[in-house]
Nanobody, 125 residues
């Protein structure tokens, strides 16, 4: 069982930055591909970024490529999402998620078995 807790959300002006953190419980974190998703009001949950369990592979949605960076610290059981040059359209609840151990990273929510409770990010214009 893996429990995920996000933090770092908040209100920021357009052009600003935020860093989200996701702390994971359990001893298997270093084997888990991790992802970030977001959901805006009235919209479906969408993929933002993912990172392999070795950190060797990352994947980004086109809408955030070049602005967001996903990283992980396996010694701290934590995955991060650095968000720069934020835009009002980035406003959403951001969720951290984990896949099964040693699997290939995916952009599909259905491939993720564990989810955090979400953290709100609001970008004002």
């Amino acid at each position: 069982q893996v429990q995920l807790v996000e933090s770092g959300g908040g209100l920021v002006q357009a052009g600003g930055s935020l860093r989200l953190s996701c702390a994971a419980s359990g001893r298997t974190f270093s084997r888990l591909p991790m992802g970030w998703f977001r959901q805006a009001p009235g919209k479906e949950r969408e993929f933002v970024a993912a990172i392999s369990w070795t950190s060797s592979t990352t994947s980004y949605a086109d809408s955030v490529k070049g602005r967001f960076t996903i990283s992980r610290d396996n010694a701290k059981n934590t995955v991060y999402l650095q968000m720069n040059s934020l835009k009002p359209e980035d406003t959403a609840v951001y969720y951290c998620a984990a896949q099964n151990p040693f699997t290939v990273i995916s952009r599909m929510p259905s491939f993720y078995n564990y989810w955090g409770q979400g953290t709100q990010v609001t970008v004002s214009s």
